[in-house]
């Protein structure tokens, strides 16, 4: 019964790949009424992690600044600020 049903699905596995359509017969058109956009957001937009929309934003890093105060040897203060 076990070579009966495994030769019954090696028949249907062949016979399977022989209709399998995985290229199309005709590339498709580019038209100019279509517009691209990125993952189906928007200009100005992307996808998130989730799947969500996000705006696309500009990460700006000001520069640290950085005073000390020194009280004597050995011994300085100092602090940052962003």
């Known amino acids: ?3 009966l049903f495994a030769a019954a699905l090696f ?6 790949f022989g209709s399998a359509g995985a290229m199309p017969l005709a590339p498709a058109s580019h038209s100019s009424e279509v517009i691209h956009v990125a993952g189906g957001c928007g200009p100005g ?3 998130g992690p989730r799947g969500g929309c996000r705006a696309n934003r500009v990460v700006v890093v000001r520069p640290a600044v950085r005073r ?3 009280w004597g040897p050995g011994r300085a203060v100092c602090r940052t600020w962003y």
């Open 45 to 47: 937009f992307h996808r």
């Open 1 to 3: 019964m076990k070579t």
């Open 68 to 70: 000390c105060r020194v």
């Open 11 to 16: 028949a249907a596995t062949v016979v399977g």
